[in-house]
């Protein structure tokens, strides 16, 4: 099973540059999701991989064959990939058994029986077991998806391109399909690039995710790294609901911003601008006066400004006395504090993630 590198890659729309300078590996067996907000290239990059765009510069690897590069491009048909498209892109005359056998098109070599046998076993992997006599129209949402990706599957291709799979599902059957395709990529070990522009489901389905801002990989990692230790302000933001406070480094581990004074977690240029990133869950709220749980813990003072009770949480609003700044802070819904009530806050300085400058990882 090989893997996929892509070196510098570049394509141009006229004035829009879709993808620029992107590389990126994907593991063999791996399944990597390209996470990032529309309009940033992951379509164009899936399909720079299919073959279905050729880039203006850089080169497209898999294992120790080179698909695409200035001086010789490999069709789309010879790339030994198979790509499923967000609308599923079934043929709406034909039964969900020709759908999956359509996928064996370029094997003309197969017999007849061979190829029934194999839709079949796809069919019963993907669960989708006695019914290959009725067409798309007949199948809810998520049976055409299973067709879809039984089709993808058939020709046994040595890499996988999605391209945001899931986002015709509603909720309910989006969740259950994350399951269904980490199950399958599990049986199979097929290396797969996955677009979404969910992080939830990029975090469920992959092995590591790749986050794209303006046609460039800013961070790679596993779920957790990109979550707990976000490289910029970006990738903060774009990767759950998070505090970015901007000051200047006092030393390598405090931060201050007029009034406001902070330890972080160290990493700070001493005399330099600084930004950090604090999730609201990682801020503890208390009554004024409470004595703050660890002696190096940030303890701050505040005022609610506003809380909403969302059933397991409450996300409140904060203004920090004496400063500008406004946190967003997650607690469990066990004490409730209302707007005007004055707190005392506790934040770690581990939970203040020092952020990098913007720009390609
Ligand atoms: N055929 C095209 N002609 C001109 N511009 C295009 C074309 N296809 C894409 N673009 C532009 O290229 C950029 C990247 O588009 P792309 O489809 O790769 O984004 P995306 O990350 O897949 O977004 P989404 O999440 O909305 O699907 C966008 O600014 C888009 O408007
Ligand atoms: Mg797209």
């Known amino acids: 099973m090989p893997g996929v590198t892509m070196k510098e890659l570049s394509k141009r729309y006229g004035e829009v540059g879709a993808v620029q300078g992107l590389s990126l590996s994907v593991e063999p067996g791996e399944l990597l999701a390209l996470l990032g907000p529309s309009g940033c290239g992951k379509t164009t990059t899936l399909r720079l991989v299919a073959g279905f765009l050729t880039p203006e510069a850089g080169e497209i690897w898999v294992g120790d064959r080179c698909l695409s590069s200035p001086a010789a491009v490999v069709a789309p048909e010879r790339r030994r990939m198979a790509m499923i498209f967000q609308s599923y892109a079934l043929w709406p005359h034909m039964t969900v058994a020709q759908n999956v056998a ?9 017999a007849r029986a061979a190829r029934d046998a194999r839709v079949r076993e796809m ?18 949402g998520g049976q055409q998806q299973r067709v879809a990706v039984a089709r993808a599957l058939v020709v046994e291709p040595e890499i996988l391109l999605l391209d945001e799979p899931l986002s015709n599902l509603d909720a309910n059957l989006r969740e259950e399909m994350r399951f269904e395709i980490r199950r399958l990529h599990e049986a199979f070990a097929i290396t797969t690039l996955y677009v979404t522009h969910d992080q939830a489901e990029a975090m469920v389905i992959s092995d590591r995710i790749a986050v794209l ?10 779920a957790d790294e990109i979550f707990l230790r976000p490289r910029t302000r970006f990738v903060a933001e774009f990767i759950g609901r998070t505090n970015v406070i901007e000051g200047v480094a006092e030393s390598t581990d405090a931060l201050a911003r007029g009034g406001l004074r902070l330890r972080v977690a160290g990493g700070l240029s001493p005399g330099a601008p600084a930004a950090v990133s604090i999730r609201p869950h990682d801020i503890a709220l208390a009554p004024t006066g409470a004595a703050p749980s660890g002696p190096l813990d940030n303890a701050l003072r505040g005022i609610v400004k506003r809380a909403s009770f969302l059933g397991d949480s409450v996300d409140y609003q904060v203004a920090i006395a004496g400063t500008d700044v406004v946190l967003r802070v997650v607690t469990p819904a066990v004490r409730r504090f209302g707007a005007g009530d004055a707190v005392a806050l506790t934040i770690a300085p581990a939970a203040c993630v020092t952020l990098g400058a913007e720009g390609p990882a």
């Not at 359509?102 to 197969?110: D, E, M, V």
């Not at 069919?123 to 809810?140: C, F, W």
């Not at 801002?213 to 596993?222: D, K, P, S």
């Open 123 to 140: 069919l019963r992997v993907v669960q989708l077991a006695g019914y290959e006599s009725r067409y798309p129209g007949e199948l809810s």
């Open 102 to 110: 359509y996928g064996l098109r370029f094997k003309p070599g197969l």
């Open 213 to 222: 801002e303006r046609g460039r990989v800013v961070q790679v990692g596993g």
